[in-house]
């Protein structure tokens, strides 16, 4: 089974609208970390958010923030109030286990590919 | 702060040749991760270091690929006999084990074509 799952390979949204971009994963550890990482088309890889697994409260980050509902399984990000730079690809991402514990690696998504249209 | 750097930005070698990627580290992060970014997909891992050592090397893809870091800083990634099949972005992150969610910073890549 996959860990990471976006089922959105593209998605197309006007200026000023929010946007959702799902995200749904697959653990059977009890603590885990949720990232969002947008890759433009530089190619460079810019942390979004985090949401770690006992935070209680979804992650915020300026206009960025992760919808965490924990028992489905789900990290979407929401976008609001898109802007024309926000056209890039955007992977979600966990980390198993406990943060600094030997478990770092990342797995990642295939990723939404995300246009905003003026 | 200087963030994660790497050189070269691009490879052309041809197939058989030996290969060595570098990533400097955002000073005083001691955890270095090497990940692969094939065309059009997402990234998977490659090797993890805290300091010196490598305890997870689970997703070095062959015995062709191997890596070291010396002095808790750079590290290199070496490719030897390369195949077309490792054509690809190869990007390192860095992270602080200080922090409590361990957010890894990701360098510009290597763009590796092997021809």
């Known amino acids: 089974a996959q860990k990471i799952t976006q089922t959105q390979p593209g998605m197309f949204v006007q200026e000023k609208e929010a946007v959702t971009l799902d995200c749904t994963y697959d653990?059977?550890?009890?603590?885990?970390?949720l990232f969002w990482y947008k890759q433009p088309s530089s190619g460079e890889m810019i942390f979004l958010i985090y949401?770690?697994?006992?935070?209680?409260q979804n992650a915020t980050e300026g206009r960025y923030s992760l919808n965490f509902q924990k028992a489905r399984k789900s990290a979407n990000l929401v976008i609001s109030a898109s802007q024309l730079g926000d056209s890039a690809m955007y992977f979600c991402?966990?980390?198993?286990?406990?943060?600094?514990?030997?478990?770092?690696?990342?797995?990642f998504g295939t990723g939404t590919r995300l246009t905003i249209i003026p | 702060g200087a963030g994660v750097s790497q050189s070269p930005s691009n490879k052309v070698t041809e197939k058989g040749k030996d290969v060595e990627l570098r990533c400097d580290p955002i000073?005083?992060?001691?955890?270095l991760y090497w990940y692969r970014q094939r065309l059009g997909q997402g990234l998977e891992f490659l090797i993890y270091?805290?300091?010196?050592?490598?305890?997870?090397k689970s997703g070095l893809p062959s015995d062709r690929f191997s890596a070291e870091r010396t002095g808790e800083s750079v590290s290199t990634l070496t490719i030897q006999r390369t195949q077309q099949e490792d054509s690809a972005v190869y990007l390192c992150?860095?992270?602080?084990?200080?922090?409590?969610?361990?957010?890894?910073?990701f360098g510009p890549g290597t763009r590796l074509t092997v021809l």
């Open positions: 992150a860095s992270s602080a084990d200080y922090l409590s969610t361990d957010t890894q910073y």
């Open positions: 653990t059977s550890d009890q603590s885990y970390g």
């Open positions: 949401q770690g697994s006992y935070d209680e």
């Open positions: 991402a966990m980390r198993e286990g406990r943060p600094n514990f030997g478990n770092e690696k990342l797995t």
């Open positions: 000073s005083g992060h001691t955890a």
């Open positions: 270091f805290q300091g010196n050592s490598a305890p997870d």
